[in-house]
């Protein structure tokens, strides 16, 4: 058994509730391997923002759980040399069984999401209990999910996109215990998240629900997944340099601004990292063929990562200087 506090970490508890009162929304950023790791400390550090370090299971089978606890250990230690003191946590994102989610716990991540959403109603409370209560003994904090997000990242796959039913949520969360919740009001996940024609606007999210949400739940943590803004930059540079992304768009940056001022305390943000990185290294491979040396790939990658992550943190989701 390893404890997170062991490492540093801290679960979402205060994050979340400092998030609410300050109307700002943390980032809940993935990675899958050292660079991802190394931009999202360094631009968390830079800004004075606080951090979710989000790790799926299929990022957990791609660089393996071992390393990860040492990454992680290896990020606090970063944090530290800097002179700085941002609160970090480590959260297994959209855990499909109580069995992963207990054998992070065991690893040392400081909050799980057990996703219980594509279940009946009843089965996912019950399954979302089973973990509250195992990973409260740890003093690890859980994030449960009602409502249905479509599109497809990592291991995450469905076709339509399922509201939260507000009507649900006080119940949810009396009979499980959860920490947080994620909800779906109009995000998904991916690259390709809309299907917007010529001339026409990116659907506006259900703010609706999620006020509706507010009033049932007050001052509980909402969570929204699925965030990313799909960058036209970035696919603009991707498919610039031999890329094929046509009509990806994803969420207005203003929109998520707005839900960050609500009860939302922490956004998702995935799909805007790997956009960024792909960006950049095809732009390497393109202007300089001869180039084989990772770290000239790599390099560039990570700088762009930072610089999109410390946008991210200061003109989207307001946790600049919030650490």
């Given at each position: 058994?390893?404890?997170?506090?062991?490492?540093?970490?801290?679960?979402?508890?205060?994050?979340?509730?400092?998030?609410?009162?300050?109307?700002?929304?943390?980032?809940?950023?993935?990675f899958n391997n050292m660079e991802q790791l190394q931009a999202i400390i360094t631009a968390c550090i830079e800004t004075n923002s606080p951090v979710?370090?989000?790790?799926?299971s299929g990022a957990r089978k791609y660089a393996n759980q071992i390393l990860l606890r040492h990454m992680a250990h290896g990020a606090m230690d970063i944090i530290k040399d800097a002179g700085s003191n941002i609160p970090v946590a480590l959260h297994l994102d959209h855990g499909d069984s109580y069995e992963l989610c207990v054998s992070c716990?065991?690893?040392?991540?400081?909050?799980?999401?057990?996703?219980?959403?594509?279940?009946?109603?009843?089965?996912?409370?019950?399954?979302?209990?089973?973990?509250?209560?195992?990973?409260?003994k740890h003093d690890v904090t859980v994030e449960g999910e009602l409502g249905v997000l479509a599109g497809i990242e990592d291991e995450v796959s469905h076709e339509?996109?399922?509201?939260?039913?507000?009507?649900?949520?006080?119940?949810?969360?009396?009979?499980?215990?959860?920490?947080?919740?994620?909800?779906?009001?109009?995000?998904?996940?991916?690259?390709?998240k809309f299907k917007v024609g010529p001339g026409e606007e990116v659907p506006p999210l259900r703010f609706d629900i999620l006020?509706?949400?507010?009033?049932?739940?007050?001052?509980?943590?909402?969570?929204?997944?699925g965030a990313s803004s799909v960058m036209p930059e970035y696919v603009e540079?991707?498919?610039?340099?031999?890329?094929?992304?046509?009509?990806?768009?994803?969420?207005?940056?203003?929109?998520?601004?707005?839900?960050?001022?609500?009860a939302v305390c922490k956004i998702n943000i995935d799909s805007d990292g790997r956009l960024a990185m792909?960006?950049?290294?095809?732009?390497?491979?393109?202007?300089?063929?001869?180039?084989?040396?990772?770290?000239?790939?790599?390099?560039?990658?990570?700088?762009?990562?930072i610089k999109m992550y410390k946008h991210k943190n200061e003109n989207v989701l307001g946790s600049a200087g919030k650490a």
């Open positions: 058994m390893h404890s997170y506090k062991d490492l540093g970490l801290v679960n979402t508890r205060d994050m979340y509730s400092k998030a609410i009162g300050g109307k700002y929304g943390i980032p809940g950023y993935n979710v370090l989000q790790v799926s716990v065991e690893s040392g991540f400081s909050s799980v999401m057990i996703d219980g959403s594509g279940l009946s109603f009843e089965d996912n409370i019950a399954l979302t209990k089973k973990v509250v209560e195992y990973a409260h339509e996109t399922h509201y939260t039913k507000p009507e649900e949520v006080e119940e949810f969360v009396g009979k499980t215990g959860v920490d947080s919740l994620a909800i779906s009001i109009g995000t998904s996940h991916g690259a390709y006020h509706e949400v507010e009033k049932r739940l007050p001052g509980f943590s909402i969570v929204l997944h540079m991707i498919n610039k340099y031999g890329g094929k992304m046509e009509n990806a768009v994803g969420v207005p940056e203003d929109q998520l601004r707005k839900a960050a001022e609500s792909t960006a950049k290294i095809r732009e390497v491979f393109v202007t300089s063929p001869k180039e084989f040396d990772p770290r000239k790939y790599l390099g560039p990658a990570r700088d762009e990562l």
